[in-house]
């Protein structure tokens, strides 16, 4: 399995991004796919996730300015940020786990990780 982000670059505070994470050898139909975060001197984070049976969930600093879609045809995760902050400022990761339709283990059950894509929100 191959997961690889696009999309990163430096935007002025308001703006907006897509990220794209292109996924390839992945067959599973029951999944949990996720959208994390880093920034430097800060814990990873979780931003985003979206799983087979249907459910999507957001941290709460993200609600109503980010959405984390699949377009099944493509095989590509999607991380729309709108509204960017000074405080999205990090390196994003998409990442997946296969066998389960929902997104409740731990971040440890993630066993597919993309390389990660740069996101700088800066007046």
């Known amino acids: 399995v191959e997961m690889v982000e696009s999309g990163g670059a430096s935007v002025r505070p308001g703006g907006s991004l897509r990220l794209s994470c292109a996924i390839s050898g992945f067959t599973d139909t029951h999944y949990c796919m996720a959208w994390f975060r880093q920034a430097p001197q800060k814990e990873r984070e979780g931003v985003a996730t979206?799983?087979?049976?249907?459910?999507?969930t957001y941290r709460d600093s993200v609600k109503g300015r980010f959405t984390i879609s699949r377009d099944n045809t493509k095989n590509i995760l999607y991380l729309q940020l709108n509204s960017l902050k000074p405080e999205d400022t990090a390196m994003y990761y998409c990442?997946?786990?296969?066998?389960?339709?929902?997104?409740?283990?731990?971040?440890?059950?993630?066993?597919?990780w993309g390389q990660g894509t740069q996101v700088t929100v800066s007046s």
């Open positions: 979206l799983a087979s049976g249907g459910w999507i």
């Open positions: 990442a997946a786990y296969g066998g389960i339709s929902h997104c409740s283990e731990p971040v440890s059950s993630f066993n597919y």
